[in-house]
């Protein structure tokens, strides 16, 4: 149980194009996503937290314009990075908390998705 | 503000010997914990939390960790190393105050292991 999906696992795309991850949990409802980016031998740096039908909530010095999170359901989050440059070539990882669970709950994240901005 | 040190930046330890990582966190309250681990290219598989009761944990993988409140410590240990335990670590912390449940991460230990 508590598995969640990213979709796709890699992306390569020119500079100046949208490109839109997608994160769902597979097995539960998730109240709370969350968005990671992860550079090269680097830890987790936290993005935006995405609520179901509310706003994501972003990370200072987290372009809210630049990365569009929507939480449209309960199993489903994504992120468009829009008009992407070369520096926004990352590894991006998004988790999810349960439904129901208490604060502190686990998060189960996902397999990452390697975006490639040429 | 809470903060997660991991002090080890890499460890090589040979197939079968012990292994410990090392995670202290600064907290005012008790915080909940958690030790992920990560293989290259992939995301974050939970090993083990601690919320609260026993600060003996057990994990998946032969893994454990023991909370240490007076030296806000939550290290991570395997009495015998695979092959397979090469990934990077990392330890993260969770605040009860927080009530999205955000987590802290630490920078990570990376855990090479040799024949």
């Known amino acids: 149980g508590a598995v969640v999906s990213q979709h796709p696992s890699w992306v390569i795309c020119k500079s100046g194009t949208s490109v839109k991850i997608e994160c769902r949990s597979l097995d539960f409802q998730a109240t709370t996503m969350f968005w990671y980016r992860q550079f090269p031998k680097q830890s987790l740096m936290l993005m935006a937290t995405s609520n179901e039908g509310s706003k994501a909530t972003y990370e200072q010095g987290v372009e809210k314009d630049k990365f569009l999170i929507n939480h449209a359901s309960l199993t489903l989050s994504t992120l468009t990075v829009t008009s992407a440059h070369p520096e926004d070539s990352s590894f991006y990882i998004c988790s999810a908390r349960a439904r129901g669970r208490v604060v502190g709950e686990t998060q189960y994240f996902g397999p990452g998705t390697r975006l490639l901005v040429l | 503000a809470q903060s997660v040190t991991q002090p080890d930046i890499h460890i090589t330890v040979s197939e079968g010997a012990s292994l410990e990582l090392r995670c202290n966190y600064s907290y005012g309250a008790t915080p909940y914990l958690f030790w992920y681990v990560q293989s290259p290219g992939q995301g974050l598989q939970l090993l083990l939390k601690y919320f609260s009761g026993d600060t003996l944990v057990q994990g998946i993988k032969g893994f454990e960790a023991e909370f240490k409140r007076s030296q806000s410590s939550f290290n991570l240990r395997k009495p015998s190393v695979h092959w397979s335990d090469a990934a990077e670590y990392f330890c993260?912390?969770?605040?009860?105050?927080?009530?999205?449940?955000?987590?802290?991460f630490g920078a990570g230990t990376q855990v090479v292991v040799t024949p």
């Open positions: 993260a912390v969770g605040t009860t105050t927080d009530s999205w449940g955000k987590l802290q």
